[in-house]
């Protein structure tokens, strides 16, 4: 059997853009993300600029890290930011109740973090607490960091540093707002969401992201773009996991069957997707409102010896599997999704980053977010895929998964993942439109899924030159290995 792509390269094809902010990442207040991850203090040994570690800016720009969102997930909606401004000295020091219970002293608050996110070249996205905390808390948030004009909240900021405001587009308006949000009915939400987003302008372009559903709770969404009016927001949301939350599996030490599972649930996005935006182009078939996924990824046990609420977890080849047919699944349907984010950044569930000390490690997962860096803002070329089957026992999944894009100066990139840790697939790939002449490729691939790069061995996995594919006659041959990720460019 063989694998066939069809790709419409045609110039003359309406595809939407390939939002960059797809390619977005997630860092809450939640075991070593930020303190012992992105913050190591001033006064650290560590390289670090304002505290936050050099050797993690620079990994994440040349990943191009479009967007970090902050400072949670459940975190958000116990977060009361005037506590993280002023005098580090002065900060009162709370309880973080959803992670391990851990004492949060607030040394890293509200300018740190978008200090840091210039740095790294990122826009932020703020993480509005309306679980525990206030319409005005809230609005005044969106005051301190965005308002130009002379107002007790403009000068408090000045009073504490920073005179020009940052520039802060992205706002999320609670977070799981059925769950640790508050567990809120959809209805009592959709009149929150309301009330706290009519409060949350003035101060230049806004971007409100509603708290969306879990998984497969399509009710949700459709209450939410049933009841609020589109002039109140511009993004929902959308959480999913690839985990098995009845039987988590080691990060490392996994069969095959739980290897076929977790790769069962992040395809599993695809149908996610496709039904949230079915919902919601019946009440904006303009598609104005983005989906946002603000939150997807692996998740398993967290390492021996580490603390369970802290969730922190090695990053395998099978990592590199979910990154690459997600942000795939994410391509293909980009004309309503619009932002997604990893989670979580650094040291926590699906990391890009991993440290110890004063080492730090870039994971397979990372490999793939800069692999596909080139997809950024380009445009979608639609494509038709029939993929051989990868079976296990009585079940089958498609083998492989694919994208492509064509970017500003006209070169075309395909991103293609054959999940299948058994069999390399032959794929026949036809470009229909147009006649390149250069092919060339990258591939991140490993002996078996289970490997993964330690604070030993940190590049045993890492992209390598690919050389398995030649063109004739606009005929791509490609001949992929087990479980690998492959970018080819065409000019
Ligand atoms: O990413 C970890 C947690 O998962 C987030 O805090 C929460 O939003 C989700 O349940």
Partial sequence: AQTTIAISASSNTSSPVISKYIYSHFAEHLGRGIYDGFYVGDTSKIPNTNGVRNDIIAALKKMKIPSLRWPGGCFADTYHWKDGIGPKDKRPAIVNKWWGNAIEDNSFGTHDFLNMCELLGAE????????????QELADWVQYVGSDNKNPMSDLRKANGREKPWDVKFWG????????GGNMTPEYYVNEFRKYSTFMTGSGKIFRVASGASDDDYHWTETLMKGIPQSLIEGIAVHHYAVNWAKKTSATNYTEAEYFTTMKSALLMDTLVTHHAAIMDKYDPKKKIALVVDEWGGWYDVEPGTNPGFLYQQNTMRDAMIAGVTLNIFNNHADRVRMANLAQCVNVLQAVILTDKQKMILTPTYHVLEMYNVHQDATLLPLTIKSDDYAFGSEKLPAVSASASRDKNGVVHISLVNIDPNHPHNLSLKLDGEKFKGLTGRILASAKVQDHNTFDQPDKIKPEVFKSA??????????????????????
Wanted: with cysteine.
């Fill in 124 to 135: 932020p996205y703020l993480a509005g607490n309306v679980g525990s905390g206030t319409v």
């Fill in 173 to 180: 308006v609670g977070n799981e707002a059925w769950g640790c």
């Fill in 470 to 491: 030649s063109i004739k006659d606009g005929n791509i041959s490609i001949a992929l290995p087990a479980t690998s990720v492959v970018v080819l460019t065409l000019n």
